[in-house]
């Protein structure tokens, strides 16, 4: 069974955290529908979806990938480079633990799950703004015992390291080649997105099918020449607060 864990989209969302977007205003009612087109994407592609409540507090906290990091063996509860969002993972962790044993990221590193691209048995942590090299070592020797290779990867000018490259297959990546060395991901079949889309390089793997928003149809038209198959979702209203397909979940095999 798979399982898709997202949380409710919070009426404070217009005081997100922002790193790389100037603010605009973000219309709270629409980004709610797109964010319940999206749950029933996910559901209709077979994911048990249960969502989180959030409240005024957590402005950030529809983006809920970015509290943990869920592996077949365990689930890490992060600990998020922006203070602010770490009230955010105690009700992650209390769900989780349904599914998973849980361990977390400890002082002094910081990790936000959208810097770990996880493709076949190799992970991948983007040193960002949000994640430091202490957290990404916490992590290897967390995973490492169970057989997976840990390697840290320099982002530039993007928020996370799924900013820039997402997983589409089990051999398979779709990279923006501004954002990552795309050298680094040389043993994987690539897929570049359409240089005069920056931004799509996010999609949300579930079972066979990409969750791809339409805001990059050429992007798009690559990924079906490939032979993939595409969900379109939009969520360009949670894209003003620097979301994307990948931030709005943690879908996992029961």
Known sequence: MLVALTREVSPAIARCELTHLTRTPIDVAVARRQHAEYERCLSALGCVV????????????????????????????????????????????????????????????TMDGGDVLVVN??????????????????LSRIAMPFGYAVET??????????????????????LDPRWVDAERFAAFEVVEIDPAEPGAANALRVGETLVFPP??????ARLEGRGYTV?????????KAEGAVTCCSLVFRA
Do not use: W
Not at 231 to 239: I, K, N, Q, Y
């Open 215 to 220: 805001a990059f149809p050429r992007t798009r």
């Open 231 to 239: 969900c379109g979702v939009d969520v360009s209203e949670l894209a």
């Open 121 to 138: 048995r190799r992970v991948f942590v983007g040193l960002s703004t949000r994640t430091n090299a202490a957290g990404a070592e916490q």
């Open 50 to 109: 249960t969502r989180i409540d959030a409240g005024d507090e957590m402005p950030d906290s529809v983006f809920i990938e970015d509290t943990a990091v869920v592996l077949e063996e365990m689930a890490l509860v992060t600990r998020p480079g922006a203070v602010s969002r770490r009230a955010e993972v105690s009700a992650v962790a209390e769900m989780l633990r349904m599914y998973r044993r849980v361990t977390s990221i400890e002082p002094p590193g």
């Open 153 to 174: 990867i320099t982002v530039r000018e993007c928020l996370h390291l799924k900013s820039a490259v997402t997983a589409i297959g089990d051999d398979a990546v779709l």
